[in-house]
């Protein structure tokens, strides 16, 4: 079956650094994407990787390992509106979305 | 950058009746088209996907005589909860694909907040 993991909740300081994981088990595999979520409101495109290696994005970074279906998102100097949902997601060979539940991240002052 | 609308952003109505959502894309022409739900705290769930011109493909578990969806052009899907009752109260989102052009690339509606009394 389909499958994406991710932790349910994470908490960090401003300023800090924090990395969010995911695994994951698809038919196929079209790339990985991460969106971030605030309450309230549709996701927002945050990064792709479909290729190895690490894509680095502002404060954001993402990193892919595709034979260990591994993915992780890497937040810098982290700020109090980074406080939000992120959402691990793989595409699969049909080009559907297989999502993860998301990691609620808690940013402490 | 590809934008995608929906209408309206908030509605609620009372059990029974039936509510039409409508999903635009933009600045782009979508060949295909996703529906979401998405309960609080919870994450996304496909409930179907609709390609122009065609009927929409359902996933496991969503009533499609419940949940109808009409993807009359290449910029615009409806989704119309049917008979709506308490339990459908939702957040509801849609997102558009350029299959040919883009078809890793998924550009979200901003959601649709559904309360049925």
């Known amino acids: 079956g389909q499958n994406i993991d991710q932790p349910t909740e994470m908490t960090a300081t401003e300023g800090a650094i924090v990395q969010i994981n995911c695994t994951y088990q698809t038919s196929g595999f079209n790339g990985l994407f991460w969106y971030q979520q605030h309450a309230g409101e549709a996701p927002t495109f945050l990064s792709y990787n479909v290729l190895d290696g690490l894509e680095e994005k502002g404060r954001f970074s993402s990193f892919l390992s595709r034979s260990k279906g591994y993915s992780y998102l890497l937040l810098k100097e982290l700020q109090m509106k980074d406080s939000a949902s992120y959402l691990c997601a793989a595409m699969d060979s049909n080009y559907q979305l297989i999502w993860g539940a998301g990691t609620k991240l808690i940013i402490k002052p | 950058g590809a934008v995608v609308s929906q209408h309206p952003s908030r509605v609620i109505c009372k059990s029974g009746t039936s509510v039409k959502i409508e999903c635009r894309s933009l600045d782009f022409q979508a060949t295909t088209m996703f529906w979401y739900r998405q309960f609080p705290k919870k994450s996304l769930m496909l409930m179907a996907t609709?390609?122009?011109?065609?009927?929409?493909?359902?996933e496991q578990g969503v009533e499609k005589d419940k949940f109808l969806i009409n993807h009359a052009s290449l910029t615009l899907s409806t989704l119309t909860v049917t008979s709506a009752h308490p339990e459908d109260s939702s957040f509801y989102i849609c997102?558009?694909?350029?299959?040919?052009?883009?078809?890793?690339?998924?550009?979200f509606g901003p959601g649709t907040r559904l309360t049925v009394l």
């Open positions: 997102s558009a694909r350029a299959e040919r052009e883009a078809p890793n690339e998924q550009f």
């Open positions: 609709s390609n122009e011109g065609s009927k929409a493909t359902y």
